[in-house]
Every structure is written in C-alpha cells, then in structure tokens.
C-alpha cells in the first residue's frame, strides 16, 4: 500500500466547502480532486479556479492528487458507431488540460476516468462499448504522461452481473488499459439492513471477481464506506450506525493490508454532504454525514491512515461484543465508542469470596495478530482490582494472556504488549473489584500485517463458474458445492509463494460422518507435493485444521478422496 486519502475529498460540489485537503493531511497522502468545469467549452488553464489552486494545495503539504478528469472525455449519450460514449472533441480537451497540468505532473498520483461505468444506464446493455471508449482514454493519457496510472471504480452490482443488466461481466470484463481498478457497496441502513454484504456477496467475493479477470500489470484499491447515509437531522441514527461501519472496515482493512496487490485505500467519504438534484424525470437526494461529524469513524480512519502511512500501531474495531452482565443503561459498544466519558458497565460486582466475577469478550470478526491491548479503568471507590485477560480464536477463549492485580482508581489505564498473538476473541475477566466492573474504554492494536490471505479460488474437478469464488470469500453463508461424491478437488491461488502456517477448513457436508482430505501444493495444474492429511470424523460448519509450517506454497490443492456427502465446503482460510 502507498496511498491514503478520501474519494472526492476535493470536489468542488461535495460537503459545505468542497476542499477537504487541509482537513485530511494528518493522516492523508492524496487528494482526490473534482470540478466538472474541465469539461466546459470555454474552460481555460489561465481561469481555472478549482484544479491548479488545489494541485497546489495539495503539493504545499507533500501530497499526491488524483485527477478526476471524466468531464474531458465522456458523453454517454453518444451511441455511434464512431468514438462511441466519447465527446467529440475529446482530443483536444484532453491536450489543453494536459498542457496546463504538466508543470504539476510530479504530484499527480493517478487520473480516475468515469465513477461505476458499468452500472450507468445509458450503457448497461452495452458494456464492451463503454469498455472500449475507457481503453481509448486509458491509451490518450498514457500516451501523454506514460507512467501515469488511469483509475475507475465498479459498482457492485455490475461484477456480478451474469447478464441480467446487459452484457454479463464474465464477458465484458476489465478495459485492459486501466491500471488501477476498484470496487464500491456503499451501506444504507433503511434501504438494506443486511450490512454484512451486497447482494449476497462479500467483499472477498468482489475482490476475487476482479483478480480474475485484471492483467499482471493492474493493481486495485479499497474503496470503503466512510459515512453513514440518510441521516440528516438524527444524531442518535448517525452514532448508532458507525458501529456498523466500523464492523465492516474492520475486514476491509485486513484484505487491502494483507494483499500486495491494493496500491491504496480511498474511502467514500470524509465530509458530510447534502444536495437535492431535480430533473423533469426524477429528484435525486444525496445524504450522507462523513467522518468530520462522526468522532469515532474519523478516530478509526485517522489510525488507518497513520499507520499506512508512518507504521504506527493500527486501532482494530471490534465486530461484535459481549458481556457477563450489562448494566441497565449501558452497552457493550461504550467500551470501545473512542469516548473516555462513556462507559460500560456491568451493573455488578466481581468478588474472588463468593466466586462472583464479570467479564466482556470482544469479538474481532476474523484470527488477527495483536500485540497491543489497553484497558481504561471506570471504577469508584478506587482500590484492589484482578483482571484476567484471555485471547484465542474460539469464543470463550481460555488462554491467558495476562494477569492484572493491582490497586486502580478511575481514569487509569491498564496495559499490555508483547510478540503478536493470532486471536480472534479478546475476554477481560474481573473476579475482584471494590465498584461495579465497568470499563470506559477497550484498545486492541496491531502493528504488522495481517496474517491472514485471501486466496483466489482457481478451479475445481467440476469446472470454474462463480460459485468457485465461494470456496474462500470470507461469508460463512454462502458455500462451493461439487453436486458429486469423492474423489473431488479445488485449486487456490495465494497470489505468490509464501510459508503458511496453518490452513482451516469448513465443511458442507450433509450426512456427518468419516472424511480423508488431502492437502497439496505445486504447480497449479496438478499440484503433487502432500503437505497433510485431514483424516476422521467431520461434521457440517464445523472447522478442521492443518497446522504447518509450509515453505513456498503459492497454490493449494484440496483433494477430498472420502466422505459419506456431496463434497463440498463453506470456507478455505490461509494464515501465513
């Protein structure tokens, strides 16, 4: 990863000021800028009020731009056969902008062509056109400024289109002159309550549908959601929904982090922004409320973008929480709200005399290593405390981590570091304290990479349609079936050689019963060399495991040779 900065954080009509670039630089290295005025018939480099001053914005605090440059290029409204989807004098636009932008050329990161070209209805039936008419653009650009890399993002719904809204994408794929591509699931909590996905595929899903289809060259980046949508004038909607932002930037994170592949991470959006666009056909209603107003978003973008960039430790927002008891009142999420005025509470005490204790388990969503934990103390009367922390990958985890016995009083911090632990589930268990356990805030850092991969699932002994993709997509619900009895095989590919430390499967498997599993890795054709044998009784959604190490895997091989079902699995999890 080398960029960090917030999608249209300087487009002119966006938020109340449109310029987002001073607001960003703490923890920003690129913004991202837009005013449809390129486009105009009577634009001039000598007038121009919103891209050079903003290019120069930008390179006074050592930031990159990105360049969004659709208005140059594009008229979708044009169907001919002749430079089709482009402007007509497209050409020349794009040698008078060039010309004025050149002197600034060292800080322009990338040029984005058009937003979500697939899903734009002047096109949908059309998607090898509006294909070719990026290509086109790709070319003129790079032509000029070779070097310079073109960007666009897709929308969700067109990756996996099979036909339904035009030409599949299967089909149409990737305009291969792009070099960087992207793809967006923005969340709307009134129109779809179900955030753990777009349109029943995760991000994974989306991820691995581009990979299949980019050249060796081409390289993607994360676009995730950095605002909650249609909340104008509800504090209590905007507060309650970042939790749920920040459950699934939580696993975004670990793809673009863990995969060589992402060059950036560029989330929608930093500012809060209202506009109503009225046509004779339809009024539109952009809402949303950005980061700037949102305190524990930004807090959670703002260590993103650090540690991206510096290296510093990264904040890793819990998915989920439980407690032993929760106070009336109170909440599990006001231990980890980035409010030290806020708390939870457990509406009891914890006592080692009577074998009374209280505890919080935080779920992470995924195995992550962690090397860093804080606890902020909410506790009066001061005095005496024990806290037991435990960490693993299972819930109710059983390991100690560490052990705190000491006097606190409110306010303090407890703290541990140490060699990362590959956990999932983090539990704080209180057995003495002289008030109500009650915690203000809860810390889970981590400071390398992630640790798990997100392979791309290659074939299968029956063919690679895209429910292949299923096989290791991170969603428990979706499953690979091969509809056959053994001997059936999946290939994946974990995107170059690497040592794997541990290899998990989940089955789907109806009747439970005796299974052998054999794990190879090789070339990827046929790969021959055995790391392990998963042999004995397996039951449906019920994780088996293959614990290396294993030096310079690149693909993998799961070869089922028995089991009483169908073979099939729900998920295929690497760690390196």
């Not at 439980?322 to 980890?336: C, I, P, R, V």
């Not at 992630?450 to 063919?463: A, E, I, W």
Request: hydrophobic content about 35%; charged content about 20%.
């Amino acid at each position: 990863l080398q960029y960090f900065g917030y999608f249209d954080s300087a487009a002119s009509w966006v938020g109340a000021t449109g310029n987002y670039t001073v607001a960003t630089k703490d923890h920003a290295n690129v913004t991202w800028i837009a005013n449809n005025a390129i486009g105009d018939n009577n634009w001039q480099c000598a007038t121009d009020s919103w891209h050079i001053p903003r290019i120069q914005e930008a390179a006074s605090h050592d930031m990159k731009v990105v360049l969004d440059v659709h208005a140059l290029f594009f008229d979708l409204s044009n169907n001919s056969n002749t430079n089709r989807y482009l402007r007509q004098d497209y050409e020349a636009k794009w040698t008078a902008y060039a010309d004025c932008i050149e002197q600034y050329l060292s800080t322009v990161a990338a040029f984005y062509l058009l937003d979500e070209p697939y899903g734009k209805d002047e096109v949908r039936n059309d998607k090898p056109g509006i294909r070719e008419a990026i290509n086109t653009v790709a070319r003129l650009i790079k032509a000029r400024f070779p070097g310079k890399p073109v960007a666009t993002i897709f929308d969700y719904a067109s990756l996996q289109d099979t036909g339904s809204l035009g030409r599949a994408f299967d089909i149409a794929g990737l305009p291969a002159d792009l070099d960087w591509v992207g793809m967006d699931c923005y969340y709307d909590y009134k129109s779809n309550p179900s955030f753990e996905e777009c349109g029943g595929r995760s991000l994974v899903w989306y991820t691995n549908q581009l990979k299949r289809k980019m050249s060796a060259a081409q390289r993607l980046f994360l676009v995730p959601q950095a605002a909650v949508f249609d909340t104008r004038g509800d504090q209590a909607a905007q507060i309650s929904h970042q939790q749920q932002v920040l459950r699934r930037l939580g696993r975004e994170m670990s793809i673009a982090l863990a995969d060589p592949l992402f060059i950036g991470i560029f989330p929608f959006t930093y500012q809060t922004h209202y506009a109503v666009y009225t046509t004779p056909t339809k009024t539109t209603i952009e809402d949303w409320t950005g980061p700037e107003e949102l305190p524990r978003l930004k807090q959670q973008y703002v260590s993103l973008g650090k540690h991206i960039l510096t290296g510093t430790p990264l904040r890793l927002p819990p998915y989920a929480a439980e407690a032993s008891n929760t106070a009336s009142g109170s909440s599990t999420e006001l231990a980890f709200d980035g409010e030290s005025s806020t708390a939870w509470s457990a509406g009891s005490f914890a006592h080692k005399a009577t074998g009374e204790k209280q505890s919080i388990e935080l779920d992470l969503g995924e195995i992550t290593p962690v090397n860093q934990l804080r606890f902020r103390v909410a506790q009066t009367p001061a005095g005496p405390t024990e806290h037991i922390v435990y960490a693993g990958s299972t819930p109710n985890p059983q390991t100690v981590l560490v052990q705190f016995n000491q006097s606190t009083q409110n306010g303090d911090w407890l703290e541990w570091s140490g060699a990362a632990q590959d956990v999932r589930y983090v539990r704080i268990e209180t057995i003495e304290s002289p008030s109500w356990v009650s915690w203000s805030e809860i810390e889970v850092y981590r400071t390398g990479s992630p640790t798990r991969v997100h392979p791309l699932p290659k074939d299968t002994s029956q063919g690679a349609d895209l429910t292949l993709l299923n096989l290791a997509d991170a969603y428990g619900f979706t499953v690979w079936n091969s509809n056959a009895p053994a001997t059936q095989w999946v290939v994946l590919d974990l995107g170059q050689p690497i040592s794997v430390r541990r290899i998990r499967l989940l089955p789907s498997q109806w009747p439970n019963g005796t299974t052998v599993h054999e794990v190879r890795s090789g070339p990827p054709v046929a790969p021959s060399i055995l790391l392990g044998t998963l042999s004995g009784y397996t039951e449906d959604n019920k994780w088996i495991e293959l614990n290396g190490p294993f030096t310079n895997v690149r693909y993998l091989q799961v070869r089922t040779t028995s089991s009483p079902s169908w073979v099939s699995w729900r998920e295929i999890e690497v760690y390196r």
